[in-house]
């Protein structure tokens, strides 16, 4: 699925709740996220975006199942 689909802003990032968007962040950048807890949502899904930009990072949902 991470070969037709990113998370975005647009796509993902402006849906969730700040929370959401810095667990993800730490999820991918080995928990490096200080200072994320105070940006302004639009500053901080843009930080998330730029983070998470090509690490094929997808959401639980999205996510292939083990068989």
Do not use: C, Q, Y
Request: glycine residues 4%.
């Amino acid at each position: 699925m991470a070969e037709w689909w990113e998370a975005t802003n647009e796509s993902f990032f402006a849906h969730v709740r700040k929370a959401e968007s810095i667990a993800v962040v730490a999820e991918v950048a080995d928990g490096a996220v200080a200072g994320l807890d105070w940006l302004k949502k639009d500053e901080l899904t843009a930080e998330a975006e730029r983070r998470v930009a090509g690490k094929r990072w997808l959401p639980a949902l999205l996510r292939a199942e083990d068989a």
